[in-house]
Each structure stands twice: as C-alpha cells, then as structure tokens.
C-alpha cells in the first residue's frame, strides 16, 4: 500500500514499514514528502494493527535532509522557521510521542535533518558503510529536527559542538560506540536484522513498550523523584492490561506468550 510515490508504506506482522523514496536526491524532503511521512506515522498512532514502525530509505541514502533544490535564492528568501514549524516539527514530535517502537534502519548517508531524524527514533541500526553528517553548517544553517537536544544528552557536548561545527561524517561504527544508534550491522544484513527485531517489537505487550518509550524520554527532563511518581503511575497502567496477565500466565504456565497489544 502507498500514501504517495514518495513514501512506500506497508503493513505485516504488525510493522508499518515506511521507505522514503526519493533515492535520486538521496530522499532528500519535498513538501509531498513530508506530507505522505507524516500521514505514515498519523496512520501509525491511529491504526491499532500497527504495533511498530520501521523507517528506513530506498536507494544507497538513507535521507539527505532538506531538498535545496526547494531552496535556490534565486527564488528569493525563505521563511524557515515556518518550514520547520509547518514539517521537521511536527514529524518529530510524531516519531517522538508515538507510543509503539520505532526502528529506523539507516541505509546509506543520513545528512542534515535526516540524520536527527534517525538519532530521534526509539533502535536505530545503520549498515556499517553508512555516515552521518551534521551538514548543516556547511550551508550557513543551524543544526534542526531535534539535534540541538539530541547530540548533547546522547553524546555529550565536546561530541555535540565539534560534530555540528565540523559537519565531519561520523561512520556507523562510531556512531554507535558513542551512543548515537543501537548498532552497526553488516550493509547485507541490516534489512533482515531491522525488520527481524521491529517484527518481534511488534508481536510483543505494546502498551508497555509504548508507556516503557514514555518513561525513558521524560526522564531528560524529571528529577529523580518525578520519574518515580511516573513509574509508580505506568505500572499502575501496565498491570491492568491483558498482555501483563498474559506474561505472567505464560510464565506460570511455562508457554511463550501471546501478546495482543492491549
Ligand atoms: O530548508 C528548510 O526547510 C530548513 C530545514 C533544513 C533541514 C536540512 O536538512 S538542511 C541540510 C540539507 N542537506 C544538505 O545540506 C546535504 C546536501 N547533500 C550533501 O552534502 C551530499 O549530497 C551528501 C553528503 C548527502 C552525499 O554526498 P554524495 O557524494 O554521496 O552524493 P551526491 O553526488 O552529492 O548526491 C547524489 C544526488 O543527490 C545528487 O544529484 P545529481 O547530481 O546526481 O542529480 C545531489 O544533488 C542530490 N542531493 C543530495 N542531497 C541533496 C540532493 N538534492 C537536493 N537536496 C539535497 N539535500
């Protein structure tokens, strides 16, 4: 099923997978773009058979941010802090209060927004030859889409300041000893391994999953004691739902669970 050219969208097993594709500017966001990303992840929050995300792009990128083609002077200048508000904004707060696991598989180069994005997803895995650039600088911008937020709580800010200043590429291996992403995987096996673990994301107890992402991202800005209170409130949650009956009865019962998502 397709919401638009420019995003691939599928269902199965409960994974919404979608594929931004536009490899000819390395899916680079156009308006349509975003617009057929965000109906993806609207559908993803709406759908109650979607119990997981995958992301990923076609092609050798993964997503080269903003399309400057979009963006020639010539054309005069552009208000982008409407841009942002009206598109980067909105998508993250999507990815970000999405209470279902959102696995990005990274494929190729990830630069400008489209490198916050995959850092904003919940597990991202990138194919070892993969690179992510802040290449913001390199065009006079600021570094959007969350960055400014992500980089320094992920990597600290020596890691942040010189990652943005720089717009030096930082490989799929360094990026993941540093903590950017889960994992660098082997370029052949990353959509086997993404979509073996968003499957199995997607057949597990999604509420807990989902109030489990919530707790873990409140936590950048709750004291100690506020994320007490909140997990005291989502365990209250999360033991009254079927899938936790059904975890613990399978326990018992000495049986792999069956979980509904409910
Ligand atoms: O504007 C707003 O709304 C504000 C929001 C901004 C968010 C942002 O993301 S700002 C940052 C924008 N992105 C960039 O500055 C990255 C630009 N691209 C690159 O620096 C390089 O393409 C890469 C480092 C990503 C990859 O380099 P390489 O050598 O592997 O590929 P390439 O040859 O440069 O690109 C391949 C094709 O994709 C090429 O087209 P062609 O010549 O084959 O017809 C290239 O023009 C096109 N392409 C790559 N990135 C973009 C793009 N076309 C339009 N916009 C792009 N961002």
């Known amino acids: 099923m397709s919401t638009s050219d420019t995003i691939l969208s599928a269902l199965a097993d409960g994974v919404l997978t979608l594929t931004l594709n536009r490899p000819d500017k390395l899916n680079a966001f156009n308006e349509e773009m975003h617009l057929a990303l965000r109906a993806g992840f609207e559908r993803a929050h709406a759908d109650g058979t979607v119990r997981a995300v995958l992301l990923t792009g076609a092609g050798r990128g993964f997503c080269a941010g903003q399309d400057l083609g979009d963006r020639d002077p010539k ?92 717009a030096e590429p930082l490989g799929a291996e360094t990026a993941a000893d540093w903590g950017l992403i889960w994992r660098a995987v082997d370029d052949d096996k990353l959509m086997e391994e993404a979509t073996a673990l968003a499957t199995r994301l997607a057949a597990g107890p999604t509420r807990g999953l989902g109030m489990t992402k919530r707790a873990i991202q409140a936590a950048a800005t709750n004291s100690l004691d506020q994320q007490l209170d909140l997990e005291r409130d989502l365990q209250r949650e999360a033991g009254r739902s079927a899938d936790y009956a059904e975890g613990v009865s399978a326990f018992l019962e000495k049986r792999k669970p069956e979980f509904k998502g409910k």
Request: with cysteine.
């Open 75 to 166: 054309k005069g200048v552009p208000d982008l802090g409407h841009t942002i508000e009206t598109f980067y904004n909105p998508l993250l707060r999507l990815i970000r209060s999405l209470e279902k696991p959102v696995i990005c598989a990274v494929n190729g180069v990830a630069a400008g927004a489209g490198a916050n994005i995959a850092f904003a997803c919940d597990i991202t895995l990138a194919a070892r030859s993969a690179r992510f650039i802040q290449a913001f600088s390199k065009i006079g911008l600021v570094p959007d889409s969350g960055g400014t937020w992500s980089l320094p709580h992920l990597i600290g800010e020596a890691r942040a300041k010189a990652l943005t200043l720089t």
